[in-house]
């Protein structure tokens, strides 16, 4: 789940940041796919530690 949201919320935050930088419809769906992959990428990586610590 903490994957999931991270990747949601990377996607949002990824197409307003290109929105504000005034980009075509190509530029949003790109950042918003490499923050949707790069926050996705930090919430693996928090599930495995929280996973691991909780061992």
């Known amino acids: 789940m903490i994957v ?3 990747a949601l919320i990377g996607a949002a935050i990824g197409g ?3 929105y504000r930088r ?6 949003i ?6 923050y ?3 926050f996705a990428l930090m ?3 928090a599930t495995l530690v929280i996973h ?3 061992i």
Do not use: E, K, N, P
Request: glycine share 22%; hydrophobic share 55%.
């Open 4 to 6: 999931i949201g991270a």
């Open 16 to 18: 307003l940041t290109a």
């Open 22 to 27: 005034d980009g075509g419809g190509l530029d």
């Open 29 to 34: 769906a790109q950042y918003a796919a490499a």
């Open 36 to 38: 949707g992959i790069a």
């Open 43 to 45: 919430g693996l990586i």
């Open 52 to 54: 691991r610590a909780a």
